[in-house]
């Protein structure tokens, strides 16, 4: 598949899915969801689909990452202490806000596998520029726990057990430091 990026017809098409998606994960499980429902919900061909995707789960891949560069993009030097707290904090925020979609995209038995691993991945990035003299494992292990931790807060119902996303932050950092060794 030929890297159609930068090309402003492409990019238009890629936004216009992964947005239609967003807006379908609102209120269907994601094996509800056809290349033929989002293609129409997208107002786009299913052969300009997989011009650019070769299947769902890479659509809901492309919004997370999208999503992901917003996030960082409007925040202001995220690169310090404070800033990768900022950065964090921005995400669980969000997450909270569409919190059904989220639950339908990295939530437990979602269809959408290489979300999660996405989602992980990010995170495991996020720790080792915080922590670069951390092994790859140590990182990864953390990582996946961090998402564990964020897709049950994903899932916990409403009530005064469940943190806000500022208490999550708090508590996602201080375990974090000492699974990497007290270096958060």
């Known amino acids: 598949m030929p890297d159609t990026r930068h090309d402003p017809r492409a990019e238009r098409s890629r936004a216009q899915l992964t947005d239609a998606l967003r807006v379908l994960l609102r209120d ?12 129409t919900e997208a107002g786009v061909s299913r052969p300009t689909f997989y011009q650019h995707f070769g299947d769902l ?5 492309a919004g997370i990452e999208d999503r992901f560069r917003r996030i960082r993009a409007e925040l202001p030097d995220c690169d310090g202490p404070e800033g ?10 969000e997450l909270d806000a569409e919190r059904a979609t989220w639950q339908r995209t990295i939530g437990s038995g979602t269809a959408f596998s290489a979300s999660r691993d996405a989602v992980e ?4 990035t996020q720790l080792a ?4 003299g951390a092994s790859a494992p140590v990182v990864r ?8 931790a964020v ?3 994903l899932l916990q119902e409403d009530g005064p057990e469940r943190p806000s996303a500022a208490e999550l932050a708090e508590s996602l950092v ?3 430091a000492r699974v990497l060794g007290g270096r958060s």
């Open 28 to 39: 269907r499980d994601p094996r509800e969801i056809s290349v033929s429902a989002l293609c």
């Open 57 to 61: 789960d890479e659509v809901a891949v």
């Open 84 to 93: 990768s707290y900022r950065l964090l904090l921005a995400w669980l925020e």
């Open 121 to 124: 991945s990010w995170l495991a």
């Open 129 to 132: 520029r915080r922590v670069p």
């Open 141 to 148: 292990y953390a990582a996946a726990g961090f998402l564990g």
């Open 151 to 153: 897709r049950a807060w």
């Open 174 to 176: 201080a375990v974090s």
